[in-house]
């Protein structure tokens, strides 16, 4: 084995800070990622695809929420933080992270593309010593069944010449409390080698790190997270349902049921799922499972339940407007809040898109405001961010609350719009003096 691959070397290069880190994919994940790696004393290349993104970086800008921009800025300045879109430069590079996005394809199924193609450029570039880190998250068995038989021919052995972990990016946006540096780190090497290097890495950059026996565990912990995410709130979205047939509010039982200090977890309704994790993730495991003949019950179930939310809610508008002798064709609906959630700037699968179409489907006049999102292509067209202010809201026959942004005045909503949908309950505690509050 030659000296350069000596684990002992490596991790020395690592506790001195000499290893030089790829992160592939500079988005919600990436970008948040390369910061930290950069704060905490390594040079970082980012490798994107997306010349735009690569060019705001040169400058220093920043285009993430959650970086602050005087600290990516200040990185890049010091010359911690460069980009490119050339991949010839991996093999300059110790370590590569891959953050790429991992969709749905159109018939729901995992679209595995974006790591394929990565898969292709780090094959080609890969090098005694590299160091490979899939971010993505996945399905089991992705690290060591696609990635693993990739990479080795190249002749290399994998916990010998090159390491090779799964370690998921559990990173929440618009966290305020936990963000990439204080979320402990899971990681999963395919031998124990390469658990060891990666984990020495990381435990240089983040508070924790918590290893499991393999990448599959690693895997497998990802979506355990989302897919208990996305089976709770399926269950509240049904109680939700269940409560207005009841004629219960289920704020009231969800915060009253949340005083219990043991064996309770309070999740609460909503509009649908949106970003891209919660909606997408579980999809991966029932995918999977489907190759092996077993159907995943709960994550289907749960996946019919939160799709069918948007129609609940628009159902609910056509509901509230009848009572007021109106119809939805013709009616004035404003959208408050269109990100999938609460003090975030990402649309992505977000419920207020199909709440949007449903209504303008059913001929309602839709307009939207969210803070922000100041404009958004939709169906082919720009939609901009209405104005919020007394007059929008009177002029209007209905708001409803999709995403509840801490930005946005309530009490102004509730007291100049004739009816109020809320979806997420921000108007708790609100009596308006003559319009009308009806709740998910
Ligand atoms: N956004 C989240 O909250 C979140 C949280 C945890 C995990 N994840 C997972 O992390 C992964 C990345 O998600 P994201 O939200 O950062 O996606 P994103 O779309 O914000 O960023 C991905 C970036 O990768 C770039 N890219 C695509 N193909 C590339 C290629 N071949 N080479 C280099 N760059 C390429 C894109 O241009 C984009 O900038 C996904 O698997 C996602 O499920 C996301």
Same mark, same amino acid.
């Given at each position: 084995?030659?000296?350069?691959?000596?684990?002992?070397?490596?991790?020395?290069?690592?506790?001195?800070?000499?290893?030089?880190?790829?992160?592939?994919?500079?988005?919600?994940?990436?970008?948040?990622?390369?910061?930290?790696?950069?704060?905490?004393?390594?040079?970082?290349?980012?490798?994107?695809?997306?010349?735009?993104?690569?060019?705001?970086?040169?400058?220093?800008?920043?285009?993430?929420?959650?970086?602050?921009?005087?600290?990516?800025?200040?990185?890049?300045?010091?010359?911690?933080?460069?980009?490119?879109?050339?991949?010839?430069?991996?093999?300059?590079?110790?370590?590569?992270?891959?953050?790429?996005?991992?969709?749905?394809?159109?018939?729901?199924?995992?679209?595995?593309?974006?790591?394929?193609?990565?898969?292709?450029?780090?094959?080609?570039?890969?090098?005694?010593?590299?160091?490979?880190?899939?971010?993505?998250?996945?399905?089991?068995?992705?690290?060591?069944?696609?990635?693993?038989?990739?990479?080795?021919?190249?002749?290399?052995?994998?916990?010998?010449?090159?390491?090779?972990?799964?370690?998921?990016?559990?990173?929440?946006?618009?966290?305020?409390?936990?963000?990439?540096?204080?979320?402990?780190?899971?990681?999963?090497?395919?031998?124990?080698?390469?658990?060891?290097?990666?984990?020495?890495?990381?435990?240089?950059?983040?508070?924790?790190?918590?290893?499991?026996?393999?990448?599959?565990?690693?895997?497998?912990?990802?979506?355990?997270?989302?897919?208990?995410?996305?089976?709770?709130?399926?269950?509240?979205? /049904? =109680? @939700?349902?269940?409560? !207005? $047939?009841?004629?219960?509010?289920?704020?009231?039982?969800?915060? %009253?049921? &949340?005083?219990?200090?043991?064996?309770?977890?309070?999740?609460?309704?909503?509009?649908?799922?949106?970003?891209?994790?919660?909606?997408?993730?579980?999809?991966?495991?029932?995918?999977?499972?489907?190759?092996?003949?077993?159907?995943?019950?709960?994550? /289907? =179930? @749960?996946?019919?339940? !939160? $799709?069918?939310?948007?129609?609940?809610?628009?159902?609910?508008? %056509?509901? &509230?407007?009848?009572?007021?002798?109106?119809?939805?064709?013709?009616?004035?609906?404003?959208?408050?809040?269109?990100?999938?959630?609460?003090?975030?700037?990402?649309?992505?699968?977000?419920?207020?898109?199909?709440?949007?179409?449903?209504?303008?489907?059913?001929?309602?006049?839709?307009?939207?405001?969210?803070?922000?999102?100041?404009?958004?292509?939709?169906?082919?067209?720009?939609?901009?961010?209405?104005?919020?202010?007394?007059?929008?809201?009177?002029?209007?026959?209905?708001?409803?609350?999709?995403?509840?942004?801490?930005?946005?005045?309530?009490?102004?909503?509730?007291?100049?719009?004739?009816?109020?949908?809320?979806?997420?309950?921000?108007?708790?505690?609100?009596?308006?003096?003559?319009?009308?509050?009806?709740?998910?």
């Amino acid at each position: 084995m030659p000296e350069s691959v000596s684990v002992q070397k490596i991790i020395e290069d690592i506790e001195e800070k000499r290893t030089r880190v790829a992160i592939i994919g500079l988005g919600y994940v990436g970008l948040p990622l390369t910061v930290e790696f950069a704060r905490a004393g390594f040079r970082v290349c980012g490798f994107e695809v997306d010349v735009s993104r690569v060019e705001a970086i040169k400058r220093g800008e920043n285009y993430i929420q959650d970086v602050p921009d005087e600290l990516l800025t200040d990185l890049v300045r010091r010359k911690m933080i460069v980009a490119s879109t050339d991949f010839s430069l991996l093999p300059e590079q110790d370590v590569i992270c891959i953050c790429v996005p991992t969709p749905l394809n159109k018939t729901g199924d995992p679209d595995l593309s974006f790591i394929l193609k990565v898969l292709q450029e780090v094959k080609r570039y890969l090098r005694p010593g590299h160091i490979v880190v899939l971010e993505s998250t996945t399905y089991p068995g992705t690290t060591e069944e696609i990635l693993l038989p990739g990479l080795q021919k190249k002749g290399l052995t994998v916990g010998k010449d090159f390491f090779l972990a799964f370690s998921p990016e559990r990173i929440d946006p618009g966290n305020k409390q936990f963000g990439a540096h204080n979320t402990p780190k899971v990681i999963g090497g395919v031998t124990p080698a390469c658990g060891q290097v990666v984990s020495a890495l990381y435990s240089r950059v983040l508070e924790k790190v918590v290893s499991v026996s393999s990448p599959r565990s690693a895997e497998m912990v990802k979506l355990l997270e989302n897919t208990f995410r996305s089976i709770n709130i399926g269950l509240v979205n /049904e =109680l @939700a349902i269940i409560c !207005n $047939l009841l004629k219960i509010d289920i704020w009231e039982v969800i915060d %009253a049921a &949340a005083t219990k200090p043991f064996g309770f977890m309070p999740f609460y309704p909503g509009p649908g799922l949106g970003g891209h994790c919660i909606p997408v993730d579980p999809s991966y495991l029932s995918w999977k499972l489907r190759s092996m003949n077993y159907r995943a019950r709960f994550i /289907e =179930l @749960a996946r019919d339940i !939160n $799709l069918a939310m948007p129609a609940y809610v628009v159902q609910k508008v %056509a509901n &509230a407007l009848n009572e007021t002798s109106l119809c939805v064709r013709g009616a004035k609906i404003l959208v408050l809040g269109v990100s999938y959630k609460r003090d975030i700037d990402d649309i992505r699968e977000s419920p207020a898109l199909d709440i949007i179409r449903l209504l303008r489907e059913k001929g309602g006049q839709v307009i939207y405001h969210d803070p922000h999102i100041p404009s958004f292509s939709f169906d082919g067209e720009t939609l901009h961010s209405a104005d919020l202010t007394p007059e929008t809201l009177s002029s209007q026959d209905c708001a409803i609350i999709v995403t509840d942004h801490s930005a946005v005045d309530y009490l102004q909503v509730v007291e100049n719009c004739p009816l109020v949908v809320d979806t997420r309950n921000a108007t708790r505690g609100l009596q308006p003096s003559s319009s009308k509050i009806v709740k998910l």
